[in-house]
């Protein structure tokens, strides 16, 4: 096709020669100068979608793409500077305002740049689909004054040939019906050339001005048109398949559901694999972010030594039994545990025996607890025990006498030693909806006080009458 069309050419120069009009010459050149300039332009188009695309899997195809640009961008560049020579002023004005568009406008920077061995925009950071319409749109630009020029001159030529019929021989009758039917062949056959791509190109380009504002609704696109256009289609079908993926994997990473299935589904292609990697940066960085959170709201509420609930933890615990209780209409009861001896075991082994002494306590008073019971280190040798749903007052000695029985088994320590240690443990119950956390928790500190002071060891507190509290411990 390509030869027969430079055959085609050549006929119409030498046809036009014999006539001797020059000014239907410089129309007929004119016109294959604004053809080759579309065609090229075509070419252009189809090229710079194939090696843009292609890079994503293929980027074999997509060099041989790149380098296939370059005989073409010199057709193109050599069509309009014959142009910008017309002393016909409509037509030099054109194609100065094509040039412009070559030269400054997205497409023309998209095609030096990609001579230049430059990698494609559009991907170098992720999917850039802005770029993408930009370019594209800006080709079509192009490609309109160019057909407008083509028709313009093919008009001018059609009327000379006419004229000149009337006065010419039989022989130039049909030199001149062959150079009119050789000229209108031209404009079909560039327009053929230019509308095959042009209707799938800007399908493609409509929905990717959908996906650029954020509709990913829309349906696949048709692998129609030149097999470059089909494989760009192509590409953005993979595209937005990954994207819809991704917004997926990303609605549940923006609720912290890392078990979320979409965020495990591997996303399709190249471009999928380098979207999961992003994808699982964030997750992990989610996890992590999730993790600190964690541990820094553990550290706030628990003891860092004995790894119980610590007094913050514990007083919150208590607020919440003691209103669970007051919807329950049950009662709460308080351990208050002083220990017996601590002191000595310091001075006398160090403080390194003493923390080993406070973590098995703490480790004692959980294994004997009840399910839901809170146990938690108030500070120095303090510990409390929280149970709900205690029943009667000796329910509640009884659950002080087994504290004073666990903690006052002797210790063996990791270095070979024994110690031993009592307990004096304070109970108060609770069942006043007016008696505030801190009255509770002082009313079993009065009663360790007094089991310690007694030799009792266990000492469960009346009512204290204050006239009025403030819930802080």
């Excluded at 060891?457 to 509290?469: K, Q, R």
Aim: glycine share 8%.
């Amino acid at each position: 096709m390509e030869s027969d069309f430079e055959r085609q050419v050549v006929t119409l120069r030498d046809q036009v020669v014999r006539l001797g009009d020059r000014d239907l010459a410089r129309t007929a050149e004119e016109l294959i100068a604004a053809s080759r300039a579309g065609s090229s332009t075509a070419s252009l188009l189809i090229g710079l979608a194939d090696h843009w695309f292609s890079s994503l899997d293929d980027p074999a195809r997509a060099e041989r793409a790149r380098i296939g640009l370059s005989a073409p961008a010199q057709q193109f560049d050599a069509a309009i500077r014959q142009l910008r020579t017309s002393p016909d002023g409509d037509v030099s004005t054109a194609a100065a305002s094509i040039a412009r568009l070559r030269d400054d406008g997205p497409f023309g920077e998209a095609i030096d740049a990609a001579l230049a061995g430059a990698a494609p925009a559009p991907f170098v950071d992720g999917v850039d689909l802005a770029t993408i319409v930009a370019t594209f749109t800006d080709s079509f630009a192009a490609l309109q004054p160019l057909l407008d020029l083509m028709a313009g001159r093919s008009d001018e030529l059609s009327a000379s040939a006419r004229g000149l019929a009337d006065e010419s021989s039989r022989e130039a009758d049909r030199n001149l019906a062959a150079l009119i039917g050789l000229g209108l062949l031209l404009v079909l056959l560039c327009l053929w050339v230019v509308r095959s791509v042009d209707r799938p190109l800007r399908q493609l380009i409509d929905a990717m001005r959908r996906v650029g504002g954020g509709d990913l609704s829309g349906s696949l696109l048709h692998h129609g048109g030149p097999p470059e256009v089909a494989d760009a289609s192509s590409a953005f079908n993979d595209v937005l398949v990954n994207l819809r993926l991704l917004d997926g994997k990303v609605r549940a990473l923006a609720h912290a559901d890392l078990d979320d299935p979409r965020v495990a589904e591997e996303l399709p292609g190249p471009l999928g694999r380098e979207l999961d990697a992003s994808v699982e940066v964030l997750a992990t960085s989610i996890a992590d972010r999730a993790d600190l959170q964690a541990r820094l709201e553990h550290q706030a509420t628990h003891d860092p030594l004995t790894g119980i609930t610590n007094r913050a933890g514990a007083v919150t615990a208590l607020r919440s039994a003691m209103a669970r209780a007051q919807r329950q209409r049950s009662t709460v009861a308080v351990a208050f545990l002083d220990l017996d001896g601590f002191k000595a075991v310091n001075d006398r082994h160090g403080h390194a025996t003493g923390d080993r002494v406070l973590v098995e306590v703490a480790a004692r008073l959980s294994d004997q607890a009840r399910a839901g019971d809170v146990c938690a280190r108030l500070g120095g040798d303090e510990f409390i025990v929280i149970a709900e749903q205690m029943g009667t007052a000796d329910d509640a000695r009884g659950m002080g006498r087994r504290i004073r029985a666990t903690v006052g088994r002797p210790m063996r320590l990791g270095d070979g030693r024994t110690v031993e240690i009592g307990v004096s443990v304070g109970l108060a119950l609770w069942d006043d909806p007016t008696e505030a956390a801190a009255d509770l928790l002082h009313r079993a500190d009065l009663a360790a006080y007094l089991a310690k002071r007694s030799g009792t060891g266990v000492e469960l507190a009346g009512p204290l009458d204050l006239p009025e509290s403030a819930d802080q411990p």
